[in-house]
């Protein structure tokens, strides 16, 4: 579900903005360590590692990382890195004046590998330093070859890394007291050296081989031999140097002879490459790239086109060219110059005249004479004809003529008719051109476009400013034919005999019924029709808002935009392909529409970009199936089968650089902590805090000439559904204010090709939780919480129990008040007993007492006995008897019963209630208070005094 959910946006994609890559120079600005080339290579992942006197670099296809010499472990040891070689291990070799090191590309770490004793640790810097000036693979992939400039030879095993002493002594004393600048094995297992003379010996035998260079005006002695190469073809062994130019080792012969015995401008050789379709290159140290002929023993100019600077003044000190085809020239004190590749489909040719001169007016149209010849028109140097595109004859025109040409169509009788944008039209017959006359309502001087109804004989003219006109064939009658703009750009004639007319509208004229019909096209206002085309009974109309299908069989239209950024592409010419599909210039590219399906793609290829502009209606389709769209510099031609059959190249996608909050991150291996759990290149993992959220990541691929083609879709699986695109110009997933998580960033690229080939690429991004939410916080906020249960759950039963023990106390209470009603109502029944009996008088006695002394704290049972005249003994028992307590429990009932109804009655303070009842201290009042009532005395102010009226209360507390 999710791939049909991907596919309209990476169709969507295809069409996005593009901005070729074209032949670019990295200088020091653009993170080059300097300019003083000395070697360049490229490693398994496509990456282009460049040394010099200023440091090693690496390009990987969108930007360069510098590395420089630092003190402590882990660092480069030197500025001035002659060689980098990777071996069958994925091993990166680094050879600099100050020793040997291995470098780890997933730490981005440099390690020192010891080849004696007595070399410095790069910290305290004693000791000695071994200049490695080559690295070379030995045959067997298991060793390599050092050559130091110092010391000599090395050879070292790739898997232990040490020095592989025996046979590092036998290659030395096989080349006693040479000490090597350059060194080099061919495919004969034969070692070349470089050294104050040039050596060679064989590895298999550690024989030498004597190399006779004489009666070729070659001393070994003067020789500063720079380069070797062996040609893949012929195996024949080229050599660099630096006085003698270009020098050739004859096999059969064992002769070192000079290239070309011709003088040749070519002479100060400085490096050689040999490009994926064999061409051998040679640069030289003032007179830039030269191309070496083997068969013809010669070296001619190199041209390389749309390049910043002029190669031919250029120190050309390195050169190489990647997989992909891209080539890369190290230029002494300029820069590097990367070229992209061509893509090998869409071809890119200036149209030049008999001089070989290029022409440099724009190409407005094509046309086939009868004899066979191609016809160009262009706007600014007229009319050229010819066999071929490249070496054309201009038709000659008349000096009134401004040459501005836009369109030309050859009648049934082989005239040639001509418009031209400010001088009128003509016609050329027989050799000789004609200026048709201008008039002022018919025919003005501003023709555009042409088109010839054989079957009638009438050629009809496109006017700026008179709208459509025509001449007939037969008679030469001019006149007008009225439409609704006088701004016509297009016109085409279809197989019924109509003709197409653009304009601001679109209209249809049949010159059967001699009418006209306006096709409005609604979809878009203010559509200018630029092109027709018709194909399988449809009409095709390009116009400046996208491309209109009109159906002739239904009367219907149908729009497709082609929006690039939210603006329609403008459609400048259209041809049918022999791959049954519409194919397009337009002002972003070359696009591809396929009728059955709806798709487009844009091809925006470098060759294509070569061309500029594109213009209108300037398109040729070749009877082989070739077709040709002109534009400002030229024509670019190709074959859309061989375009949809060609094979996809495989561009694998990395990431390239990555900002947190704004602030570009890097790894550091020596630090305490990173963001990434690699260097960017070789990450599987971002890790970044909770307050540091927001970060941008740079993808690329590492073919230079692809990373401007592809199209890129990410998406941040784990934070959403939805897939973004980006283009080439700006290959950046951005994202800010990121939730905790763990989230994959997935990036896929689009390649043009066959069929639409994908790569993806992902890492991991996770964003920490703050502290105060890790899960050791959690689960001290459920130690917490659960003690909050806890605290509750107890008091919630302290509560229940202190209710218990209230309702017990008040249930007795009751019992007693019940028990002495129960007395009083049988005092009332009895007649023999009056209301004031004695024991009542007794009792009532008593409790005057006690109330009149209720605030005395030293009232007790001693005064109490006193008041009523009896004994303790006596007071006792008579307490017991009618009271059902002892006098102290009875004197404390009475003091807090009077408590509580003041405390819920007159709200008064706990301390005043406290003195007023007979207590000195008010805490003891409190703490007697709680174990009389079961509750403190805030608790029963609480709980009774919203209920100080109720009857009940009332009665609980009557003494």
């Not at 590998?113 to 992939?141: Q, V, Y």
């Not at 040719?349 to 046309?367: D, E, H, K, L, V």
């Not at 909770?690 to 699986?717: C, D, E, G």
């Not at 509580?900 to 805490?923: C, N, R, W």
């Amino acid at each position: 579900m999710k791939y049909k959910l991907l596919l309209p946006l990476l169709l969507f994609c295809v069409l996005a903005k593009v901005q070729a890559q074209g032949a670019r120079l990295f200088t020091s600005a653009d993170g080059l360590p300097g300019s003083q080339f000395i070697f360049m290579n490229q490693d398994s992942k496509g990456n282009i590692w460049i040394c010099n006197y200023g440091g090693l670099a690496r390009f990987d296809g969108f930007g360069l990382t510098a590395f420089y010499e630092a003190r402590g472990q882990n660092r480069l040891r030197s500025n001035s890195v002659y060689r980098l070689t990777t071996d069958p291990l994925g091993q990166y070799w680094v050879g600099t004046t100050r020793g040997l090191q291995l470098f780890h590309p997933e730490k981005e770490t440099f390690e020192h590998i010891r080849l004696e004793k007595g070399e410095d640790d790069n910290t305290s810097r004693k000791g000695k330093a071994i200049t490695i000036s080559d690295i070379i693979l030995l045959p067997g992939g298991k060793q390599l070859l050092l050559g130091s400039g110092i010391d000599g030879f090395y050879i070292i095993d790739i898997r232990t890394h040490k020095v592989a002493e025996k046979a590092t002594a036998a290659l030395r004393q096989a080349l006693k007291n040479i000490v090597p600048r350059r060194i080099y094995i061919d495919s004969k297992s034969r070692l070349w050296v470089v050294g104050s003379n040039l050596e060679v010996i064989d590895l298999k035998s550690f024989r030498p081989l004597p190399i006779n260079s004489k009666g070729f005006g070659i001393q070994s002695s003067d020789m500063e031999i720079t380069d070797f190469l062996e040609d893949r073809v012929t195996h024949t062994l080229l050599i660099c140097d630096k006085w003698n130019g270009v020098l050739v080792f004859d096999e059969g012969k064992r002769q070192l002879r000079k290239l070309t015995s011709q003088p040749t401008k070519f002479t100060s050789a400085q490096c050689l490459i040999q490009r994926r379709d064999g061409t051998l290159l040679v640069g030289c140290e003032s007179n830039g790239i030269g191309k070496i002929e083997l068969a013809q023993n010669t070296i001619t100019d190199y041209k390389i086109q749309d390049t910043p600077l002029d190669l031919a003044y250029c120190k050309i000190h390195s050169m190489i060219e990647d997989r992909w085809g891209n080539l890369y020239i190290g230029i002494y004190q300029k820069g590097m110059l990367v070229v992209p590749s061509a893509s090998g489909n869409f071809n890119f040719q200036q149209i030049t005249g008999t001089s070989s001169i290029p022409i440099q007016s724009a190409i407005t149209s094509f046309n086939h004479a009868n004899n066979g010849n191609i016809m160009v028109c262009t706007d600014g140097n007229g009319v050229f004809y010819g066999k071929s595109y490249d070496n054309l004859q201009q038709l000659p025109l008349p000096s009134f003529c401004n040459n501005a040409i836009q369109h030309m169509v050859t009648d049934p009788t082989g005239k040639i008719w001509i418009a031209t944008y400010g001088s009128g039209l003509y016609c050329y017959d027989r050799g000789a051109v004609k200026k048709i006359p201008d008039t002022k309502d018919i025919i003005n001087k501003n023709s555009c476009y042409l088109e010839c109804d054989p079957a009638r004989k009438v050629l009809y003219i496109a006017n700026i400013g008179t709208g459509l006109n025509r001449i007939d064939l037969r008679s030469g009658e001019m006149s007008h034919i009225a439409i609704a703009s006088p701004w016509v750009f297009a016109l085409k004639l279809d197989s019924k005999g109509r003709l197409w007319i653009g304009s601001s509208n679109c209209d249809c004229y049949d010159p059967k019924t001699n009418r006209l019909y306006n096709y409005r096209l609604e979809t878009i206002d203010n559509s200018s029709v630029r092109a027709f085309l018709e194909s399988n009974g449809l009409i095709y109309i390009g116009t400046n808002n996208g491309l209109f299908v009109y159906n002739d069989k239904n009367n219907s239209c149908r729009h497709y935009s082609l929006d690039s950024d939210n603006k329609a592409i403008s459609v400048l010419a259209l041809a049918a392909g022999n791959d049954n599909a519409i194919w397009m210039s337009t002002n972003k590219g070359i696009v591809r529409f396929d009728p059955k399906s709806g798709s487009m793609r844009l091809f925006a290829s470098y060759d294509i970009r070569k061309i500029g502009d594109f213009h209108s209606n300037a398109v040729y389709c070749y009877a082989n199936g070739t077709i040709a769209f002109g534009g400002d510099n030229g024509i670019i031609t190709f074959n859309p089968v061989s375009i949809i059959n060609s094979k996809t190249e495989w561009n694998p996608i990395h990431f390239s650089s990555l900002n947190v909050n704004g602030k570009p991150i890097t790894y550091d291996f020596n630090a305490g902590h990173n963001f990434l759990d690699a260097a960017i290149g070789y990450a599987t993992r971002i890790t970044l805090p909770y307050n540091q959220n927001s970060f941008s990541i740079r993808f690329t691929t590492s073919n230079y000439a692809a990373s401007s083609q592809l199209r890129y879709v990410y998406q941040l699986k784990g934070y959403e559904s939805v897939w973004h695109s980006t283009t080439a110009d700006n290959p950046l997933a951005v994202y800010n204010q990121l939730p905790p998580g763990h989230y994959t960033l997935r990036v896929q690229s689009i390649s043009e090709g066959k069929n639409l080939q994908t790569t993806e690429a992902s890492i991991d991004v996770i964003i920490n939780a703050p502290w105060y939410w890790s899960w050791w916080s959690k689960l001290c906020y459920f130690i917490i919480l659960l003690s909050l249960v806890y605290s509750q759950y107890r008091t919630y039963q302290t509560r229940q129990r202190s209710k218990k023990r209230l309702r017990t106390v008040i249930g007795e209470m009751l019992r007693i008040k019940e028990n002495y009603l129960n007395v009083i109502q049988t005092q009332q029944v009895d007649p023999s007993r009056s209301v004031d009996s004695g024991d009542d008088k007794w009792k009532k006695r008593v409790m005057d007492a006690i109330s009149s002394h209720i605030s005395d704290a030293d009232f007790g049972v001693e005064e109490l006995s006193h008041e009523v005249a009896l004994s303790r003994v006596h007071l006792y028992r008579r307490t017991k008897e009618l009271f059902g307590s002892s006098p102290n429990d009875l004197i404390k009932s009475v003091r807090m019963k009077k408590a509580g109804l003041m405390l819920i009655q007159d709200k008064t303070s706990i301390s005043e209630v406290a003195y007023e009842v007979g207590f000195s201290e008010p805490s003891y009042f409190s703490k007697s208070f709680k174990s009389y009532f079961n509750m403190s005395p805030k608790d029963f102010v609480a709980r009774y005094r919203d209920n100080a009226n109720d009857e009940i209360v009332q009665q609980l507390f009557e003494l």
